[in-house]
């Protein structure tokens, strides 16, 4: 049970983090970008709450192992950014 909880902590940033680049890169294409973020943020949160509340049943050890995967899975998301964004500063 705790490779689960690290594996659904891993989806779970992966859920929040990528959907977090998504709605930033997209947020110029609405008419009122505020109220897009609100809902995704919305969305975002739920999907990751619910996981937590879920793993929850599973003990204290299974709940750290997936905070451990979403962070985990930020720093892979922030460091992955950070290499496209270097990139493309080289590029041109």
Do not use: C, D
Request: proline share 1%.
């Amino acid at each position: 049970m705790y490779l689960a909880g690290f594996v659904g902590g891993l989806l779970m940033g992966a859920i929040f983090f990528l959907g977090l680049y998504v709605s930033v890169r997209k947020m110029t294409n609405y008419k009122h970008p505020a109220v897009f973020i609100f809902i995704t943020t919305t969305l975002r949160m739920l999907i990751v709450l619910s996981g937590f509340y879920l793993l929850s049943f599973h003990g204290a050890i299974v709940m750290l192992l997936a905070l451990l995967g979403v962070v985990s899975m930020r720093i892979v998301i922030v460091r992955w950014q950070k290499s496209e964004i270097v990139q493309k500063n080289s590029r041109g």
